[in-house]
Every structure is written in structure tokens, then in C-alpha cells.
């Protein structure tokens, strides 16, 4: 029986070379290919694939949110990502919305497969680069007993959305920075502000600084 895939890369170019990729596998069909979250998560329910392979930075709906709906709707479903991300953030929050494997977009055929076949099987699988990520994270962490005082209150999203408007950055410029949309960054801000009971970006600009999570430099 072979294994149901469904890509979701919002690069047609990339999606076609791993159709081609994977076409002569013998255990490996792909039954649909997607330009965005928004029809990932259509296909997804009218095609039932095994699994979807997802990328992150996509227009319409990003591959975080895709995720966190497909799971809630179609938990059968597992989810793969194929990112060029490796970020701790991106990658800890694509785990955090449900995805069973997280590869770097330069990773081997093999990789791939293996992957592919392990999350099929029921097992999770990150590449080594991905783990070494989440090792030093945790590392870090470690280092400080002391949790920082966000840590309590906010997301690590939300914690993110701070720090770039602390850095001055505008809602359109963190929207696309974060590939999402300026209504959830908005959304994101005003529970930042509920939180910590801010009442102006000037407070939030003296926490960022006050709790060292911008660099004045």
C-alpha cells in the first residue's frame, strides 16, 4: 500500500522538482500539490493523503497555521515540514501546532525518505540539524535557573511580536517577517498589551529593553 502524499510549497518550481523527486518511489504517491495553507487544508480534506509535506512561508495561510487547522480537523493526517527555516522559533512552533518531522529543504533524498517513512510508521523524525537546534535551545535555557519574566505571561510568538516592535518594526513589516497576516499581528499585540497591561508601545519598548530582549547596540 502506498504512502498518500500531498505537497504544500507556495514555489511552484520546488513543488514540480519534488513531484519529479519522488514520482519513480515505489511506495510513495503523490495525490496533490498546493500553493498555500489556505488550499493545503482543502485538498487535504476532499484528497485525504497520509501525509502532507509543508512548507512554512507561505501567502494566504502559513504552513504553522495550516498545521494547528489540519491537525485539529484531520488528526489522521500527519504533517511534515520542508523548510528553508532553522530557527529555533519556527521550528519549535511547527512541532508546538502538531507536525510529526521537520527537514531543512537541503536535505538528501534519503533524508527525505526516511523521514517520510518514520512519520508514516507513527514515529516523529528531525534531521540532525534540527535536533542540534533544539539541544542548544535547551542548553540555553538551562543556563539560566531564572525564568525571564515573559516567559510566564507571553507565547513565544507573542514574545517575538514584542521584541520586533520594540525594534521598531511596523505590523506589515512583522507580518511579512513572520509570514502571517497583519490581522494576526494585530491580534498578537493586543494580547501583549492585556497581558502586561501596557498602555502605549512606549511601555513595551521599556520592557523589551528592561528585560534585555533587544539589543540597544
Known sequence: MKIKLLIADDHQLFREGLVNLLADTPDIEIVGQAPNGQEALVMAAKLMPDIVIMDIGMPILNGIEATGQLRKSHPQIRVIALSMHSEKSYVKEMLEAGASGYLFKNCTYHQ???????VYAGKKYLSDTITEVLIHDYLDKSEDSRPAETESLLTGRE?????????????KEIAD??????KTVGTHKQHIMDKLEFKSTTDLVKYAIRNKLIDLE
Do not use: D, H, P, R
Open 177 to 182: 517577517q513572520l509570514f502571517v497576516s497583519i
Open 159 to 171: 514574545t517575538e511580536v514584542l521584541k520586533l516592535f520594540a525594534m521598531g518594526k511596523s505590523t
Open 112 to 118: 527525505l525518505i526516511e523521514g517520510i517513512q518514520a
